[in-house]
T-cell receptor, first 111, second 110 residues
Framework: NAGVTQTPKFQVLKTGQSMTLQCAQDMNHNSMYWYRQDPGMGLRLIYYSASEGTTDKGEVPNGYNVSRLNKREFSLRLESAAPSQTSVYFC??????????FGPGTRLLVL | QKEVEQDPGPLSVPEGAIVSLNCTYSNSAFQYFMWYRQYSRKGPELLMYTYSSGNKEDGRFTAQVDKSSKYISLFIRDSQPSDSATYLCAPSGGYNKLIFGAGTRLAVHP
């Protein structure tokens, strides 16, 4: 089992460019999440998907869109990247309140 | 005011020390209280969790919740250099949503 995988591991963008962060899980979980982690801010929820076909906004959704492609995959898209979106992005999946399984993260730098 | 407050540290202790990590929260509806550990440049991983008030012990780790004072603690006994990491408290906001504290960075030196 690979658990939760994320691609790419690292990306540099220029302001205004777009990109999609990919996430996949092989644990057959219904719920999937996208977080960003900034120094001193902890993990903040961007979007989540409680089940295939549904998505909801989290704490910091502005500037992002998501797609729950199927039960395994949940992608995060930046349409027009801004320097404020420089961060480390984590995808997670879960089947219960107690346990979310996290991917290794994507480090994004927007110049 | 943030829903979950956590001292970011860093906290530096000698090997073998007892470590106390703490969080406070504001939402009395939280029922599940998780502690995640995050090594440098890695994703967080669940360390342990507690349901409602009380204590839970797992080896050298003890999680404690006092719902009356909205206070969450994690104790590490006989700390080891391998415990050096960032520890994040995360009460559950329902619907499988976690509210993370900022994390406390712990360094255990030999």
């Amino acid at each position: 089992n690979a658990g939760v995988t994320q691609t790419p591991k690292f990306q540099v963008l220029k302001t205004g460019q777009s990109m999609t962060l990919q996430c996949a899980q092989d644990m057959n979980h219904n719920s999937m999440y996208w977080y960003r982690q900034d120094p001193g801010m902890g993990l903040r929820l961007i979007y989540y998907s409680a089940s295939e076909g549904t998505t909801d906004k989290g704490e910091v959704p502005n500037g992002y869109n998501v797609s729950r492609l199927n039960k395994r995959e949940f992608s995060l898209r930046l349409e027009s990247a801004a320097p404020s979106q420089t961060s480390v992005y984590f995808c997670a999946s879960s089947e219960s309140q107690e346990t979310q399984y996290f991917g290794p993260g994507t480090r994004l730098l927007v110049l | 005011q943030k829903e979950v407050e956590q001292d970011p540290g860093p906290l530096s202790v000698p090997e073998g020390a007892i470590v106390s990590l703490n969080c406070t929260y504001s939402n009395s509806a939280f029922q599940y209280f998780m502690w995640y550990r995050q090594y440098s440049r890695k994703g967080p991983e669940l360390l342990m969790y507690t349901y409602s008030s009380g204590n839970k012990e797992d080896g050298r780790f003890t999680a404690q919740v006092d719902k009356s004072s909205k206070y969450i603690s994690l104790f590490i006994r006989d700390s080891q250099p391998s415990d050096s990491a960032t520890y994040l408290c995360a009460p559950s906001g329902g619907y499988n949503k976690l509210i993370f504290g900022a994390g406390t960075r712990l360094a255990v030196h030999p």
